[in-house]
């Protein structure tokens, strides 16, 4: 079963603090992995991108890691602020004839402490 | 980048009643389109594949005559939830996919709108 796991569910940081998300998948044949971040009441925005032959891949303090031999990725988040706290959701998109499919991770949700 | 937009951002109406979400490319066309539905503290389920100009593909468990859903333009997608329940409360959330990006799935997300039936 085509499955993406993430951990923790929640977590709470004092600001200015990293911290790291775990994603672990099952799906198969494997395209793309993204990290996205959502806001309360709002869109997912996409933060990352990696594909089968990328290991790492920064956006300002976002940093995603890729293992797919594993098949875990993680998003580390460097030196956090308050407008980090958000749902931080893995996405793995499966190559399909007819068009790939994203398979969703539960989401962590981060909140960030002054 | 690309911006998808979605009407109403929030809506609140009787048990019974009809309501549409309209779901807009900005600046791109976007032949196919996605909506989803997302409870509290919940990640996002699909519900339904649109392609312009044909019938939408509808996800297992989702009641196509419930959730109808049209895909008129290349740029505009609409849900509509008829005779709303208080269980169809939920937050519903539309993605547009340009054609070029089929095979990486690069999908750009609505807002969302917040949709409560009393």
């Known amino acids: 079963k085509n499955q993406v796991e993430q951990s923790p569910q929640s977590l709470i940081i004092l600001e200015g603090k990293n911290c790291t998300l775990q994603?672990?998948?099952?799906?198969?044949?494997?395209?793309?992995l993204r990290w996205y971040k959502q806001d309360t009441g709002r869109g997912p925005v996409s933060l990352t991108i990696?594909?089968?032959?990328?290991n790492t891949k920064s956006n300002g303090r976002y940093t995603a890691t890729l293992d797919a031999d594993t098949k875990q990725s993680s998003l580390h988040i460097t030196a956090s602020q308050l407008s980090d706290s958000a749902s931080y959701i893995c996405v793995v998109s499966m190559i399909k004839a007819a068009g790939n499919k994203l398979t969703f991770g539960g989401g962590t949700r981060v909140l960030v402490k002054p | 980048g690309a911006v998808v937009s979605q009407h109403p951002s929030r809506v609140i109406c009787k048990s019974g009643t009809s309501v549409k979400i309209e779901c807009r490319s900005l600046?791109?066309?976007?032949?196919?389109m996605f909506w989803y539905r997302q409870f509290p503290k919940k990640s996002l389920m699909l519900m339904a594949t649109s392609n312009e100009g044909s019938k939408a593909t509808y996800e297992q468990g989702v009641e196509k005559d419930k959730f109808l859903i049209n895909h008129a333009s290349l740029t505009l997608s609409t849900l509509t939830v008829t005779s709303a329940h208080p269980e169809d409360s939920s937050f519903y959330i539309c993605s547009a996919r340009e054609p070029l990006e089929q095979f990486t799935d690069t999908q750009y997300f609505g807002p969302g709108t917040r949709l409560t039936v009393l």
């Open positions: 600046d791109f066309q976007a032949t196919t």
């Open positions: 990696m594909t089968f032959s990328e």
């Open positions: 994603c672990n998948y099952t799906v198969s044949p494997f395209s793309n």
